[in-house]
């Protein structure tokens, strides 16, 4: 009797098995990105400072200070990268327009330009600049800043903005 309730279970349990099965599927996916380089000596932060710029040379619609040169480096760069892809962002000066950025600091009439060395591009909220790792895997992006005052009459006082860069590794 006991091996007739055994396979009277057994048989039971085979086909509630059987019965209760579902295909399920599951799905894996992930990136192998591109590691990334040493900006800026591993600072994280670039202060550009424009120097002294008089007021008296400020003071004509359209009137602009010198430029600054200043590089953006990116060094020990993976063998596995090839490109770096700087995007902008700031808060735009409401009257240069978006190429140019809104002065935080005390003088008033003046917005803060970047620009990239080579092509001359200004470098407003939203722009980006890519440029492919040499063979030293090091790549620099040349820039210069200055500022201009579109309706002149600029006062003294200071100068500060900041730009925030999102780097991409190719």
Do not use: H
Not at 66 to 73: E, G, H, R, Y
Request: net charge neutral; aromatic share 6%.
């Amino acid at each position: 009797m006991n091996i007739k309730i055994f396979l009277f279970l057994m048989t039971i349990i085979f086909s509630l098995s059987g019965a209760a099965s579902d295909n399920v599927d599951v799905n894996i996916t992930g990136r192998v990105v591109a590691s990334p380089c040493i900006f800026n000596g591993g600072n994280s932060n670039l202060n550009i400072d424009l120097g002294n710029i008089q007021a008296t040379n400020m003071a004509t619609p359209g009137s602009a200070s010198d430029p600054v040169s200043f590089n953006l480096l990116f060094t020990r760069c993976p063998s596995g990268t090839q490109s770096v892809t700087a995007s902008f962002a700031g808060t735009p000066d409401p009257v240069a327009g978006a190429d140019y950025y809104m002065n935080s600091g005390t003088a008033t009439n003046v917005a803060i330009a970047m620009k990239e060395a080579g092509s001359g591009a200004l470098k407003g909220t939203g722009t980006r600049i890519t440029q492919n790792i040499a063979a030293d895997r090091t790549a620099t992006m040349a820039m210069e800043a200055w500022v201009k005052s579109v309706t002149g009459g600029a006062t003294p006082g200071t100068i500060r903005a900041v730009v925030v860069l999102t780097l991409q590794y190719n």
